[in-house]
C-alpha cells in the first residue's frame, strides 16, 4: 500500500509550481497574445460579453485566462482592460476567495444540482465586485440535463453576469450553447514560448539549471505550461543544479532503468513486467503522468531511429500505436480517479491486444483503429483531437455481449441490467473509469448493493480503490437518487463473459 501512497501523495505535489506561478495579468499570459488582447480590448473598451467559450488543449492558460478576465472585469483601479494586481478585488481573486467568481469544475461536478444552484443564484447581485463571473471548467462533462438548464440562464443572463466555459473538447460543447457564447482558441505553447515560461520561473524560483535542461522540458511538454512546469517540479525535487544530462535521465530515463523496463517489456508483450515498470517508477518517485511522457520522448527517438534504418527492435506500426495511445492517455489524466491508471490502461490496451490471434471477432474491446492514420506523430497536436480517443472505448453502447444463453440472462435482475447500462452511458466520455467498468457485468441490485463481477484482479483493485469507487457511487447516486454502495467481485474463470484478449491479463501479477 505504500507504494499508493507515494502515488498520491506525488499526484498531490505535482502541479504546485504551476499553480504558485500562474500568469496574474493579461500581460504574462505567454503564447495566447491573440486571445489576450482581444480580451483586454473589450474590457478597455467596455464592450466585453456575457458568454465565453473558452477551448484548447490542456495546461495552455484557459482557466488562469479566465481568472485574469475576471479580475479585469471587476478590478477598480484597471489600466487599459489590465487589472491593477494589488487591489482588495485582485488579491481576492488570487487567492481564490472572490464571492463574485464562482468556479464549477464541471469534471467532478457534472450534474443538474450544481447547474440548477447557479440558476437560483445567478439573478442574485454581486456581492463586492461589480460583474458576477461563472467559471465553468471542463465544461463538456456536463450531463444532458445540466446542459438544459444552463442554456435556460445562457438565453437570459441578468446585465451583471459573465460566463466563461472552459473546454479541451469544444466539439462536445451543443451548438444551442456555443452559439450564444464568444469562442476564443488556445493554442498549443510553441517549444520557445515554454523554455521562456520555464527559464522565468526557474529564475524566480532561484533553481540552478542549464539552458538545454529547459529546452529538454520543453520539447518533451508538448505545448503545456501544465506539464512542462510540473516536470520542471519533478526535477527540482532531485536538488541540486539540473543538467540536461539529468533532465533527461529524468524525464528519459525516469527513475533509473524503469523506461528501460517497461520498452522491454512493451516489446515482449509482457504486460505483468510492463506494469510492475510502472509501479517500481512510481515507487522511485516518478509521477505516472511524466513517466508516460517520459515514453513518449523514448519512442519518438525509436520512430526517428528506425527512419533512419536503425532500429532493429521495434515495428514501425507498433511504434505508431504505442505513440497514439500514449497521447491520447494525456487527455485522460484529468478525468482519471487514479493518477497511474491512463498509463496502465494503454499497457493493458497494446499488449492484451497486439496478439491478434487473441482477439475473438467480436470482441467488445476491439483494438483502436489507429492503422487507419499512419501519418507521421504530431505530439503538438495530439491533445487537439477527441478522434485520437481509441474507437474501441468511446461507444455508446454498453461494451458488453450480451449474456450466453437463457438461463444467465435470467439470473441478472432487470433492474441491475437497466442501472449498469446507465452507468457506462453515463460515464462514457471518463476514458479511464469507462473502460474499468466496461470490465465488469452486473450481478444483482438488492436494497442499497449494487454488485459487479469484475473481470479481472487488476480492473478489480482499480475499481475497489477509494477514489474510483467514490466516482463510481457519485454516479450511482445521481442515476437512482440514493445512495449506492458497490459490491465487487472476481469473475468465475468459467465466466464466458470477457474477451479472450485479456486472458493474458488474468495472469499478470498486478503488484501494488
Ligand atoms: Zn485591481
Same mark, same amino acid.
Given at each position: 500500500m505504500t507504494g499508493k501512497q507515494s502515488q498520491k501523495d506525488q499526484a498531490a505535489s505535482r502541479g504546485a509550481l504551476y499553480r504558485l506561478h500562474r500568469p496574474q495579468t493579461f500581460a504574462e499570459v505567454a503564447g495566447q497574445d491573440a486571445v489576450v488582447g482581444a480580451l483586454?480590448?473589450?474590457?478597455?473598451?467596455?464592450?466585453?460579453?456575457?458568454a465565453y467559450l473558452f477551448t484548447g488543449p490542456r495546461g495552455t492558460g484557459k482557466t488562469s485566462t479566465a481568472r485574469i478576465l475576471a479580475k479585469a472585469l471587476n478590478c477598480p483601479k484597471r489600466k487599459q482592460g489590465e487589472p491593477c494586481g494589488r487591489c482588495d478585488v485582485c488579491t481576492a481573486i488570487e487567492r481564490g476567495s472572490f464571492l463574485d467568481l464562482i468556479e464549477i469544475d464541471a469534471a467532478s461536478?457534472?450534474?443538474i444540482d450544481e447547474i440548477r444552484e447557479l440558476r437560483g443564484g445567478v439573478a442574485i447581485a454581486p456581492t463586492s465586485g461589480q460583474r458576477k463571473v461563472y467559471l465553468i471548467d471542463e465544461v463538456h462533462m456536463l450531463t444532458k440535463e445540466a446542459w438544459g438548464a444552463l442554456l435556460k440562464t445562457l438565453e437570459e443572463p441578468p446585465s451583471f453576469v459573465t460566463f466563461i466555459l472552459a473546454t479541451t473538447e469544444p466539439g462536445k460543447v451543443p451548438a444551442t450553447i456555443s452559439s450564444r457564447c464568444q469562442r476564443f482558441d488556445f493554442r498549443p505553447a510553441t517549444p520557445q514560448a515554454l523554455t521562456d515560461r520555464?527559464?522565468?520561473v526557474a529564475k524566480v524560483e532561484k533553481l540552478a539549471v542549464e539552458p538545454e535542461a529547459l529546452e529538454v522540458v520543453a520539447r518533451a511538454a508538448r505545448g503545456s505550461f501544465r506539464d512542462a512546469l510540473s516536470m520542471l517540479d519533478t526535477l527540482a525535487a532531485t536538488g541540486g543544479k539540473i543538467s540536461a544530462a539529468t533532465a533527461r535521465? !529524468? $524525464?528519459?530515463?525516469?527513475?533509473?532503468g524503469h523506461l528501460d523496463a517497461l520498452e522491454q !517489456? $512493451?516489446?515482449?508483450?509482457?504486460l505483468a513486467a510492463a506494469l510492475a515498470a510502472v509501479d517500481a517508477a512510481a515507487h522511485a518517485g516518478v509521477a505516472a503522468d511524466v513517466f508516460r511522457i517520459a515514453l513518449v520522448e523514448r519512442l519518438r527517438g525509436r520512430l526517428h531511429a528506425l527512419a533512419a534504418g536503425q532500429d532493429g527492435v521495434w515495428q514501425a506500426d507498433d511504434l505508431v500505436r504505442a505513440l497514439k495511445l500514449l497521447l491520447a492517455a494525456g487527455d485522460w489524466t484529468k478525468d482519471s480517479p487514479l493518477p497511474e491508471l491512463p498509463l496502465e490502461l494503454v499497457l493493458v490496451e497494446f499488449i492484451g491486444t497486439s496478439d491478434a490471434g487473441a482477439v475473438a471477432p467480436d470482441a467488445p474491446s476491439k483494438p483502436p483503429a489507429v492503422t487507419a492514420d499512419p501519418a507521421p506523430v504530431q505530439p503538438s497536436v495530439a491533445p487537439?483531437?477527441?478522434?485520437q480517443k481509441p474507437a474501441a472505448f468511446s461507444g455508446t453502447k454498453p461494451a458488453g455481449p450480451p449474456p450466453k444463453n437463457a438461463q444467465e440472462a435470467k439470473s441478472i435482475p432487470r433492474n441491475a441490467q437497466e442501472l449498469w447500462e446507465k452507468l457506462l452511458t453515463a460515464t462514457k466520455d471518463r476514458y479511464s473509469l469507462s473502460v474499468c467498468l466496461q470490465k465488469t457485468r452486473p450481478v444483482g441490485l438488492k436494497g442499497s448493493e449494487l454488485s459487479l463481477s469484475v473481470q479481472s484482479e487488476f480492473f478489480l483493485q482499480k475499481l475497489d480503490a477509494q477514489a474510483t469507487r467514490e466516482a463510481v457511487e457519485t454516479e450511482l447516486k445521481q442515476l437512482a437518487g440514493k445512495d449506492l454502495a458497490l459490491k465487487l467481485q472476481l469473475a468465475e474463470p468459467s465466466e464466458d463473459l470477457f474477451e479472450d484478449a485479456l486472458k493474458t491479463f488474468e495472469g499478470a501479477e498486478v503488484q501494488q
Open positions: 483586454r480590448q473589450a474590457v478597455a473598451s467596455d464592450r466585453a460579453g456575457h461536478n457534472r450534474g520555464l527559464a522565468a535521465e !529524468a $524525464l528519459g530515463i525516469a527513475g533509473g !517489456a $512493451l516489446t515482449a508483450r509482457d487537439e483531437k477527441p478522434a
